[in-house]
């Protein structure tokens, strides 16, 4: 359904709504923004391009703190390195609750580890990040795991023999295998229809829930719900997910060894067993499948879709290409696999991955928080639950830290002696309590996966560069990287 169609049941249903229960007016003293109209909230100040444009064109006139009604409900912009920061580092624990993503409610429902709050969130994260860490570090760590993922891909890419092709699925499945081998304990082969089809059904929710439709539906998602839309069709991909890993779940059970846990899943069950008499324990059925269902989706696409932006760019950039290829053949040569010990030995790589990462903004306005008590900031008091969005592309686009930030500079994460610097506004994966859990494992993806193409690769488009479009296809929660053709030339 379009979006100018949603909005018109959104005000008709919002107005029945407004005469029956009133306009609830928030307490306290929230920082300025535009004024909102009944019903409207700030709609008529929004921009069609979508929600992020309304947020920066705001920053303008208001600062780096301001409030946009978003519907009936007010919600606090963070923009910029420096307000980020200040709120989820030095005011941490009062900025690290959840806010709600609305397509993704009626399916999360306040479960699992990236959308729980208080209590739950933090129980469930240290055992996540615990897990994780066992699995990355023992028998086999994450280092190995992603080698070997890369010389399968590397197979896969001389078998195309230097056609263009698509590098989408690809990616999908080399950042899927990775974190599929740690939560399912098992890595997939490239032509698995089962394995093939729920990437599809990944690629297309995420697509979805950065349409505008989506963008609409955040806004009026109380009424919305009950109406035909792009949510109702990313609650059925969620659904088919999780029936997938309830499958799984069930095999685990059948199998598990509680001395020999193999995976996450194992892991947890065991840990659901120790506590099963305790009836206010938060290791049950319903925050496994959320668990892991949340690990799924962004333990693939995000950093999928970072390659995918990543070699658009080399495309776009050829000279960028063939200095990480110098760099690589200096460090490691061609007859070794890359390690992560080379990172340090390699500071023109690790700056255009990071030039990449920021380019990209992938997550352009951060995965909603809200305040947890309470909390006066900056002259301002925020209410208890007041959701706070931490415009993350506001900071790595911060014209105080990254001179025409518009512009592709791998040499600006460089000093002037080639050393790699660090930028305090570079911040991807967003900062404080509630960073990306799956950071690390992330970084070492994109290090590993982005040498070892390059050192066996040369790539090149069928499309000059100067026609290349590095438009995001869609721009919402996140930015989804444009389809184009590769090819993928043997050194």
């Not at 790589?349 to 306005?365: G, H, L, Y």
Request: hydrophobic fraction near 40%.
């Amino acid at each position: 359904m379009e979006a100018s169609v949603l909005l018109l049941l959104a005000l008709l249903v919002g107005f029945l709504l407004f005469m029956v229960r009133g306009h609830p007016k928030p307490r306290g003293h929230l920082p300025p923004g535009p004024r909102p109209l009944p019903l409207l909230g700030n709609l008529l100040q929004m921009d069609r391009r979508g929600l992020l444009n309304s947020f920066i064109q705001l920053r303008e006139k208001y600062g780096d703190v301001f409030t946009v009604h978003l519907g009936l409900r007010p919600v606090v912009m963070l923009c910029g390195a420096e307000v980020i920061r200040e709120a989820l580092v030095d005011h941490a624990e009062a900025f690290s609750g959840r806010g709600t993503v609305a397509v993704f409610d009626p399916t999360m429902q306040g479960y699992g580890v990236i959308f729980s709050n208080g209590d739950r969130w933090k129980t469930l994260r240290r055992f996540s990040l615990a897990t994780m860490k066992d699995f990355g570090m023992g028998k086999r760590s994450v280092e190995e795991r992603i080698q070997e993922e890369a010389r399968y891909l590397v197979e896969e890419l001389r078998k195309s023999q230097g056609a263009p092709l698509d590098p989408a699925y690809l990616f999908q499945c080399i950042t899927a295998n990775i974190i599929c081998s740690i939560v399912f304990g098992e890595r997939f082969d490239y032509k698995d229809r089962q394995f093939l089809h729920l990437l599809d059904v990944i690629y297309q929710t995420f697509s979805l829930i950065s349409s505008l439709s989506s963008q609409v539906f955040e806004l009026y998602s109380g009424f919305l719900k009950y109406f035909p839309g792009t949510h109702r069709q990313i609650y059925k991909n969620l659904q088919e997910i999780l029936d997938y890993i309830g499958h799984s779940v069930e095999k685990h059970q059948e199998t598990l060894d509680p001395n020999n846990p193999r995976d996450f899943i194992d892991t947890y069950l065991i840990r659901m067993e120790k506590e099963k008499s305790n009836q206010h324990t938060e290791f049950h059925h319903q925050n496994l499948m959320i668990s892991v269902l949340s690990l799924f989706l962004a333990g693939t696409e995000t950093t999928s879709t970072t390659l995918r932006f990543g070699f658009l760019l080399l495309l776009k950039y050829p000279h960028v290409a063939e200095k990480v290829q110098k760099e690589i053949d200096q460090v490691i040569g061609s007859h070794r696999p890359p390690t992560l010990d080379d990172r340090t030995k390699m500071p023109y790589t690790e700056a255009v991955i990071r030039e990449i990462q920021r380019f990209a903004d992938i997550v352009p306005t951060g995965v909603p928080h809200k305040v947890t008590k309470d909390t006066l900031f900056r002259g301002y008091l925020l209410p208890k639950n007041t959701e706070v969005y931490p415009i993350l592309s506001a900071a790595l686009h911060d014209p105080r830290y990254f001179e025409q930030a518009d512009a592709f500079n791998p040499d600006r994460f460089l000093d002037t002696s080639g050393a790699l610097k660090k930028i305090e506004a570079f911040m991807p994966f967003s900062t404080g309590k509630r960073i990306c859990l799956g950071e690390g494992i992330a970084r070492n993806e994109l290090f590993l996966f982005f040498i070892t193409i390059l050192q066996n690769f040369s790539v090149s488009s069928p499309l000059a560069p100067k026609d290349i479009d590095l438009r995001p296809k869609e721009s919402g929660l996140t930015n989804v990287a444009p389809t184009y053709k590769i090819c993928f030339l043997v050194r």
